[in-house]
């Protein structure tokens, strides 16, 4: 916000002093000094970034979300589980979030039929939301939202606490690691891609499908040695490396980075006003590099904004609009914050006045279903449940 920005015109000086003064405690004056020719400014930023307050707000209002979800989801299983001895809760119905594939599912058989699913239709809006905000608001999703990704970039934080440092690994691993998230969709999005809206219909509607939700606590609640083992070494991982489960496993964030790609917000850095200091590679927690780029075009960029925070000189590194766009080419990072939170309670809010939020199952089925979760297992193909 231009009314934010206080800024000082630091007087041109010679390029060498700044050269020889890198990495010293006088190399910020120094490269703004260096880079200050006489045809050129350099202008130090003194406004108070607010983007990552923003952010962190997000992080923990949603994480907060989901330990509430979490606690009712919970009891609402009790309920069922205890014969009703323990009070009823209503189902949240925003635990589909949880359910990727399925909100996958549903959305085809939308596509196919054009009618909205009876069972865990919220999956499906919420994963419409989240992939909608990737087409406008690149990753949003993964770092203003996501619990897992607050919880895998807070255990990257502890990780730095404790060792001094992040490890990165080398570009041999790293690249083909990162490949492991889209092989993990790719196989997602063959299995869904080869259902038919009657198959759907049959999968979410058998005992499998309508617990799916019910059966992801259990995985929690009844965690046995191999998940904890795997869960253990995820835990480890991400404190040894930042965001070790996003940026190489999770299949939902390689599906929300091929649609960032096509998100009209970029990164964009002004050669002429960047002093190369380094400090938004530094902090980039997708290790891109910022300070080599002259537009952040990358799948693996979530819109964190970290690179923006640090950036010790005014102008340097923007929130843009493609040049081809008629709007102001800079935007304040609460157009993005504002952007991302009129996006997901708009499209929720949609399916809830709609009436589509909750899934349309008699509680006398889940009075059946819900303590046998665990039996259920899931339809296979050529199951008569998928062809009937
Ligand atoms: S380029 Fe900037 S916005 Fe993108 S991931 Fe890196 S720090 Fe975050
Ligand atoms: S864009 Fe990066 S390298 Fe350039 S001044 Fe800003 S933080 Fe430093």
């Known amino acids: 916000m231009a009314s934010q920005l206080h800024s000082e015109i630091l007087n041109p000086e010679n390029?060498?002093?700044?050269?020889?003064?890198?990495?010293?405690?006088?190399?910020?004056?120094?490269?703004?000094?260096?880079?200050?020719?006489?045809?050129?400014?350099?202008?130090?930023?003194?406004?108070?970034?607010?983007?990552?307050?923003?952010?962190?707000?997000?992080?923990?209002?949603?994480?907060?979300?989901?330990?509430?979800?979490?606690?009712?989801f919970y009891l609402w299983v009790r309920h069922y589980e205890t014969a009703g001895a323990s009070a009823y809760v209503s189902r949240p119905a925003g635990v589909e979030g949880w359910l990727p594939i399925a909100g996958m599912m549903n959305f085809k058989y939308f596509?196919?039929?054009?009618?909205?699913?009876?069972?865990?239709?919220?999956?499906?809006?919420?994963?419409?939301t989240f992939v909608a905000m990737s087409f406008l608001f690149r990753k949003a999703f993964c770092s203003w939202l996501c619990p897992v990704g607050t919880i895998s970039e807070y255990l990257g934080k502890v990780g730095k606490k404790v060792f001094g440092r992040n490890f990165?690994?080398?570009?041999?691993?790293?690249?083909?690691?990162?490949?492991?998230?889209?092989?993990?969709?790719?196989?997602?999005?063959?299995?869904?891609?080869?259902?038919?809206?009657?198959?759907?219909?049959?999968?979410?509607?058998s005992p499998y499908g309508i617990v799916a939700d019910v059966k992801m606590l259990n995985f929690f609640r009844f965690i046995g040695t191999t998940g904890l083992i795997v869960l253990g070494g995820l835990l480890a991982a991400s404190l040894l490396v930042q965001n070790f489960w996003c940026r190489y496993?999770?299949?939902?964030?390689?599906?929300?980075?091929?649609?960032?790609?096509?998100?009209p917000f970029r990164i964009r850095?002004?050669?002429?006003?960047?002093?190369?200091?380094?400090?938004?590679?530094?902090?980039?927690p997708s290790a891109l590099p910022v300070d080599k780029l002259l537009t952040i075009k990358s799948a693996e960029c979530t819109g964190c904004l970290e690179c923006l925070a640090v950036c010790p000189s005014d102008g340097a590194l923007q929130l843009a609009l493609p040049r081809l766009i008629p709007a102001p080419q800079r935007m304040p990072t609460w157009v993005f914050a504002a952007g991302v939170a009129v996006m997901f309670f708009g499209i929720v809010g949609f399916a809830k006045a709609a009436g589509y939020w909750k899934s349309d199952v008699p509680l006398a089925v889940y009075q059946q279903l819900v303590p046998h979760a665990n039996e259920a297992s899931h339809p296979m193909p050529g199951d008569p449940a998928l062809t009937e």
């Open 168 to 205: 990165h690994l080398a570009r041999w691993v790293d690249i083909p690691l990162r490949g492991l998230k889209y092989l993990l969709l790719g196989f997602f999005v063959w299995a869904v891609s080869s259902m038919s809206a009657q198959a759907i219909t049959g999968f979410m509607q």
């Open 249 to 263: 496993l999770c299949p939902y964030g390689a599906l929300l980075g091929l649609a960032s790609v096509f998100s």
């Open 269 to 284: 850095r002004n050669e002429a006003a960047c002093i190369d200091c380094a400090k938004c590679a530094k902090a980039c």
């Open 15 to 72: 390029e060498r002093a700044g050269v020889a003064a890198v990495g010293s405690a006088e190399s910020k004056d120094a490269l703004f000094k260096a880079r200050s020719s006489a045809t050129e400014k350099v202008i130090r930023r003194t406004d108070r970034d607010y983007s990552q307050h923003l952010r962190r707000g997000y992080q923990f209002a949603f994480l907060l979300m989901n330990v509430w979800l979490g606690g009712q």
């Open 111 to 128: 596509l196919l039929t054009g009618r909205v699913p009876e069972v865990h239709p919220a999956a499906m809006f919420l994963l419409v």
